[in-house]
């Protein structure tokens, strides 16, 4: 089978069915495969488990998860929204068929058609029509949905139903991603809102096909799901083993603090630790030694998360590379690793760590081959050796780099009078660090002192999550922390990260503001690969230039998910999977092992 689909995607012939799609070929489970092999098949139904959501503490206020404005639910997009081809933890670019039973494209891959399942229901208990599909499309690229799904879809043309059961998508460019993309879109039933604008959907529950519904209407923080009697796809092979819990509750605690002592007081069974000094001296006592709580670092093989302080370049005094390259000298990572995070992390180098997306050295030919062309548009730096973080291991140490960062200052028009580092108007430089995390500020005062050394005043803004997520939306910070979960299959969203379009489009992921056509044409690049070196090649290329840029100060990453949950009600899956987010991985693949109800 992975013969001919390699056959299939690389030779003209006519349009081709099947049951998935690869974008390089690779399509491990066959035409009537029962199950992932990380599932249990038999795994038994009921009981509930609950959850602390990785995300920062807030509430919600919306259940359309799909507007710029509000937050919606954590989990909602993988609990109540499904899509034509579902992907999963074994295979970074192949997706198998969900509401769509096959999938055919075209010779020149200038469209794509899917074939719905005729059994595929929405939770009202309609069917899923291609209509719905051609309905979701013009709906999340309309104005009203958050601009970010106009940058993921923007090459692709348009969407037309051609009956009642099929849908064909048109490309702008033969781009072997773009099925996957369209793919992954989620579906909605048009009845969702009754006709209501879109961003006036707020308090309607989804009109969805996924297995799970909110059992009414409440706004807050916690939220539970209730699993679907009547969901339709419960023997889809890619179905089987999953979503085994009766419910599913996502519960919210303001603070690190009563978080912990929910784990500990039974309030939840679940929880994903950030902070290193957490793990390393709270996750102790009685209920640890005797089994009622479990410690596990989950290893995985995920690649590392990027992690940085972001300058926002819209700000006059970050255009200069030379001040950002200089005020990430100010850090000492590896002064706060000993000091503070007990060595449980690592540096975070470039923007795709711990993966073959990651650039070192110097360029190997198959990245010279991308940037010779654009060789105009790039500082000479980039064809030397990729930038490595700034060390204080002997014989570095925080005053040397200190020294190279004040010269950098003053190559960029910033010297020191007055008691404060000033440009040639005299004026001082302040930057506004904003933040949501109470939690940062130990870390981030490292930082801080070190720029007073420079003569540069770090305040920090510190605001709850509502109101920074405004405030990044419309650009509205000096600096700030940022994670970018790393990715197995990166691709169009890149646009939306690092694009020149989406610099000027409030609302994007493109904090930093960056707006360079080499990295437009090496994201193009990205998008346009062939095969999997290819896309490693063109990624190794972006890391290169992005990381010369300096738009970033590296910070720090795990390569294993630490846990703290309560194991004995609860099975798990013999084998863990390679790629995976630890409570979508437990939601929806763990049981309960004590026939709980």
């Not at 092979?237 to 007081?265: H, Q």
């Not at 209920?287 to 596990?296: H, V």
Request: proline content about 8%; glycine content about 8%; hydrophobic content about 40%.
């Amino acid at each position: 089978m992975r013969g001919l689909l390699l056959c299939l995607l690389l030779l003209p012939m006519p349009l081709w069915a099947a049951h998935a799609y690869a974008q390089f070929g690779d399509v491990k489970y066959p035409p009537g495969f029962s199950h992932f092999d990380y599932v249990n098949p038999d795994a038994p139904k009921g009981g509930e488990i609950r959850i602390v959501p990785p995300t920062r503490p807030t509430n919600f206020d919306k259940f359309n998860p799909f507007t710029l404005k509000g937050t919606a639910p954590y989990g909602i997009g993988t609990l109540m929204f499904e899509s034509l081809l579902a992907g999963n933890a074994e295979e970074p670019t192949t997706a198998y068929g969900l509401l769509a039973e096959d999938v055919e494209v075209a010779p020149d891959r200038r469209s794509a058609i899917f074939r719905l399942r005729a059994e595929a229901r929405f939770n009202d208990g309609s069917p899923v029509a291609a209509a719905d599909v051609v309905h979701s499309f013009a709906t999340l690229t309309g104005k009203l949905a958050a601009p970010q799904y106009r940058t993921i879809y923007a090459e692709v043309q348009r969407a037309v139903a051609v009956d009642a059961r099929t849908v064909r998508f048109d490309f702008a460019s033969a781009n072997r991603e773009l099925p996957l993309v369209v793919g992954g879109m989620p579906v909605f039933s048009r009845a969702w809102g009754a006709g209501k604008p879109f961003d006036q959907i707020v308090t309607e529950l989804p009109v969805a096909s996924g297995p799970y519904t909110i059992p009414g209407v409440r706004l807050g923080r916690d939220v539970t799901y209730q699993r679907r009697a009547d969901y339709w796809g419960w023997q889809l092979p890619v179905r089987r083993g999953f979503f085994n819990f009766d419910r599913i509750v996502y519960k919210v605690y303001l603070d690190d603090t009563s978080r912990f002592e929910g784990l500990k007081a039974g309030e939840f069974d679940f929880m994903r630790e950030f902070v290193s000094r957490n793990w390393a001296r709270q996750y102790t006592g009685k209920q640890f030694d005797s089994g009622e709580l479990k410690k596990r670092a989950f290893e995985n093989g995920n690649p590392g998360d990027f992690q940085g302080y972001i300058f926002n370049l819209r700000r006059p005094m970050f255009q200069d590379v030379r001040v950002r390259q200089a005020i990430g000298l100010a850090m000492d990572f590896e002064w706060l690793n000993r000091q503070l995070f007990y060595g449980l992390y690592k540096r975070v180098v470039g923007y795709f760590p711990n993966s073959e997306f990651h650039a070192e050295g110097l360029p190997k030919p198959d990245e010279l081959a991308l940037l010779e062309p654009l060789r105009a548009q790039l500082r000479p730096e980039v064809f030397g050796p990729a930038p490595v973080p700034p060390s204080t291991e002997p014989p570095g140490s925080l005053r040397a780099n200190l020294r190279r960062a004040r010269a950098l200052l003053a190559e960029a028009g910033w010297t020191y009078r007055d008691g404060a580092l000033r440009n040639a108007r005299g004026q001082p430089m302040v930057i506004e660090f904003l933040n949501d995390q109470p939690s940062l500020i130990r870390v981030a005062t490292q930082l801080q002192t070190a720029l007073e050394k420079l003569g540069i005043r770090l305040e920090f803004r510190t605001v709850d999550f509502s109101l920074s997520q405004q405030r990044m939306e419309n650009f509205d910070f000096d600096m700030t922390s940022m994670r970018l979960p790393g990715s197995t299959a990166p691709g169009g969203e890149l646009l939306e990260l690092f694009g020149s379009e989406a610099a000027r489009t409030p609302g994007s992921s493109n904090y930093w503001g960056i707006a360079d056509p080499a990295v437009d044409a090496l994201v193009r690049k990205v998008v346009a690969a062939t095969t999997r070196p290819e896309l490693a090649a063109a990624m190794r290329a972006l890391d290169r230039v992005l990381s010369h840029g300096h738009y970033s100060i590296p910070q720090y990453y795990g390569d294993a998910f630490l846990i703290g949950y309560r194991p004995r009600p609860f099975g798990l899956p013999a084998v863990i999977p390679p790629y995976y987010g630890p409570d979508t991985w437990a939601s929806s693949t763990w049981w309960r092992a004590d026939g709980a109800r």
